[in-house]
């Protein structure tokens, strides 16, 4: 065997189970006396709720039981702020998080006022008819600019307004920047809302033992940590008592980690109440309304430039939609703000957004998490700066990018994990070299124009972008050699598909010398490991895989120290690969790590005062900020200018993400990113109307990519390690979807020569409807 797997395309351990058909699921969760849950939700955006009456579905069989607001007496709360809004001077924030069910007032469609218990989802469901509701609708806040102006109707009374937030921020001196400029672009970006889409929806199942004092949940979360300790404390438990397995979950994003759902904070309650087992499994229509969505900003952005393209200063006015709840405080539109920066030099910064409450469902981080908006922003307003500079559009980014001697690189103004915002580390100019070269950068102008002779519109995108990624606070690891020589390891984050059964394993054999198929990991059950924050933010390999390298190297030094006791020999001349310790140059003379693991918890004998019995440790580990990733998008696209059909007939990425841990499982990350890219710049959108109805709530009408829309990927990286931690890792999860929207837009107006014909796209997405209005309505014809 090789001892050498870090680094290396090693095939999955987690794929077994996945392909056939053994990995468990929520839903897979079966168990005796067990019930099921429906919810009635809202189909109005906005109204006062007058009265509920549930007598009549209680009278159906099989219905066990039904409660409003009023029946959780002390236990209907608000539900926790997640994320306090960072210590920026001047900020305002006005605190609304959401509830278990609504009480007195409904906020938005699908928010949940009634659950309903029966003996199966079918009888559970067809209750919900048979529940009598009164209200007295309201109008309803939609628009953002108007949810701002006097007189419009109050998300929350209580405010005063619909802001939510407002936030500035700003570095040296933009006015004095732009009364220097040789010239200054202004244009309005909008971004439009969008949803998740995992494969598996959410889903909860609650088990109440009376006589255990013991609950058990098996939740599609990706913080089981957090939602363990914030359950026991509401239901009155000792954390103890309260076990929360995430198992195998079908694809997170992000909306999986918002606490908590009113489904999460009711089944359990439901548990005890009844003592029986309780199952919800969130249906696709549901997914729509009852899961958090993101985007939906509008940016109001100019830029200060020399007339050689430098930049010097940009100004950006945006709100931002945070739907009828703000629990998640300020993270995505403080991503917006940040990364909107990019890997450029931006010396004067002004920047200040309003997050507004309107009757839409809340908005949380998804994949990426505002980082698109603020690339989409800079991206355009450079592509609009080269074209009346006459600059080309590489060169314009070339001559900004942050040289390779500055960094660090300070940029000054506050990220979301409460620090100046720092890019650790980076060489940007080779990264766009490598993409230029690989998309044949130089040759495509003749390609294109040979391709117009024959009546063919192509063209070429560029879009570059940096990831903030691997924010604290922390994760920690137990890694353990077991007497049969097997290893195992348990950490507190969960998994959705990021192949932590893999990673985590590669770091702990490169230290340990065994093969990665002989190490165990488990995540996402608080029973295995008490501590974590969870799986977000392209954190998972850089916070709790350098948590596995610091248990696995302490696991190693006792496995050292051992046999050169058993020995006596000195542990330098020891050496540890193939599952044993041999003394150097003389291979015959080993010890395996099964029986050193059961030397160091012996059945007799004693053992010296102060020595830990068995081979393990758990070790923790917290970045004193997050690691910046970085790369360059490029792709060249055919377009039908009569249909607006598009096809992908060449997609680049380069891509700097540190230290490589597995590249078949980094590339399966940066292809899944780019597949919901796509979806992002050229398919979804939710699509609501002046009262809160979102009108296409199907994934027949809201399109997702198919395979047939994601094209072959040429990949490529580039490595500078991070200093923020002992591996150099730096996350990946994001990079794939965050720079798809600008690209889109580039590419589009070069294969349609929009630039010469007065079309501008400063919005997202751009389906091949959407372009039509937009060249019809510039008077642009087929």
Known sequence: ??????????????????????????????????????????????????????????????????????????YWRHGPLLVPPPP?????????????????????????????????????????????????????????ERALKAGSALVHDDVGSNVSAHVRQSKGNYAAAAARADRIIARRFHYEHGISSPIETRGVVAQWDQRASQMTIWDTTQAPVFVRNGLAAMLGLNERNVRVIAPFVGGGFGPKIMMFYPE???????????????????????????????????????????????????????????????????????????????????????????QVFTNLPIVTPYRGAGRQHGVFVMERLLDLAAHELNIDRAEIR?????????????????????????????????????????????????????????????????????EGTGIGPYEGAKVQVQSNGKVSIATGIGTQGQSHFTVFAQIAAEQLGVEVSDIDVVTGDTDQFYWGAGTFASRGAVVAGNAVNEAAKVVRQKALKLASDLFECSEDDL?????????????????????????????????????EPGLESTQYFGPPSGATANGVHAMIVEMDPRTFDLKILKYVVVHDCGTVINPMILAGQIHGGVAQGIGNAFFE?????????LLNASLADYLLPTSLDVPRMELDHTVTPSPLNPMGIKGAGE?????????????IEDALDLNNKGVELLEIPLSPSRLFELTRKAGERP
């Open 88 to 144: 920026i001077a001047g900020t305002i924030f006005n605190e609304r998080t959401h509830v278990p069910l609504a009480k007195h007032k409904i906020r938005h469609v699908g928010e949940p006022l009634v659950i309903v218990i029966a003996e199966s989802r079918y009888i559970a469901e067809d209750a919900l008819d048979e529940i009598d509701i009164e209200l007295e609708q309201l109008d309803a806040v939609v628009d953002l």
């Open 264 to 354: 999460e904070v009711l089944l359990p309650w439901v548990s005890m109440k009844l003592n029986r087992p309780v199952k919800w499994i969130e249906d696709r229509l549901e997914h729509f309304f009852a899961t958090t969505h993101e985007r939906g900003q509008i940016h109001d952005a100019e830029i200060a430039l020399a007339s050689d393209g430098r930049i010097l200063g940009i100004k950006d006015v945006f709100l931002h939609d945070g739907g009828a709840y703000d629990p998640y405080g300020l993270t995505v539109p403080i991503n917006s703000q940040c990364t909107l920066l990019g890997p450029y030099v931006v010396p004067n910064y002004d920047s200040t957004f309003t």
């Open 685 to 693: 959108k939710l699509a609501f109307d002046d009262q809160g109805q």
């Open 575 to 611: 050496v540890i690969a193939d599952g044993k310790v041999s003394i150097t140059g003389v291979p015959g003379k080993f010890v395996t790590l099964g029986d050193l693991a059961a030397r160091a918890n012996p059945m007799r004998g004693a053992v010296k005062p102060g020595t």
């Open 398 to 466: 070339r001559i900004n990018l942050i040289p390779a001697d500055a960094f660090p690189y300070n940029n000054e103004i506050i990220y979301q994990d409460f620090a100046p915002l720092s890019y650790d580390s980076g060489n940007y100019e080779p990264v766009l070299d490598m993409a230029l070269e690989a998309i044949g950068y130089a040759d495509f102008k003749q390609q294109q124009t040979e391709a117009r002779a024959q009546g063919r519109h192509i063209g070429l995108g560029l879009a570059c972008y940096v």
């Open 1 to 74: 065997m090789s001892t050498r797997t870090f680094g290396q395309p090693v095939k999955r351990n987690e794929d077994r189970k996945l392909l056939t058909g053994q990995a468990l699921f929520v839903d897979d969760v079966e168990l005796p006396g067990m019930l099921h849950v429906a919810f009635l939700r809202s189909q109005v955006a906005h109204a006062n709720i007058i009265s509920i009456d549930v007598s009549r579905a209680l009278q159906r069989p099989g219905v066990i039981a039904a409660y409003t607001a009023d029946d959780l007496g002390d």
């Open 735 to 747: 990079a794939g979807a965050i720079p798809v929207g600008p690209l889109f837009a580039q590419a």
